[in-house]
């Protein structure tokens, strides 16, 4: 049985996802250039959308191009929080999980009642220096 792309899209799409984190995200810094990351992906979806809509393209004749994204979303999330607890350079460093995997962590603690410093403060006394 030979297996091709079309066969399956989703799986495909998501492995997409991980190679880009693979190869392209994993190095430098990203955080400047979120808006233009942001619209390559809103362009590239709208121009499959509209191919879709117009005609049968090659290879997405049955697949719904949400899925597509949905799947690409996912191996690209699923590899770099994967990365980060499992191959980073940081990952020894004593803390929490979650602050490790995203930034995300310490902004939602802070937010209840916005005294970084206090949280900030909180986790070195409980895990040390470097957190």
């Known amino acids: ?59 997405l004749q049955d697949t719904n191009v949400y899925y597509l994204l949905v799947c690409h979303l996912l191996g690209l999330f699923g590899g770099i929080i994967i990365y980060r607890v499992s191959f980073h350079r940081l990952r020894k460093f004593s803390g929490p999980t979650l602050a490790g ?7 939602i603690l802070s937010a209840k009642k916005l005294h970084n410093f206090a949280v900030v403060d909180k986790l070195h006394r409980r895990y040390g220096d470097y957190v």
Request: aromatic share 14%; charged share 5%.
């Open 1 to 59: 049985m030979v297996l091709s792309i079309s066969s399956f899209p989703g799986l495909f799409s998501a492995a997409t996802g991980v190679a880009l984190h693979h190869l392209l995200f994993r190095h430098g810094e990203w955080d400047n250039s979120a808006p233009t990351i942001f619209g390559s992906y809103a362009a590239v979806f709208a121009a499959l959308h509209v191919l879709k809509s117009t005609g049968p393209v090659v290879g």
């Open 101 to 107: 995997v995203t930034s995300w962590y310490i902004n």
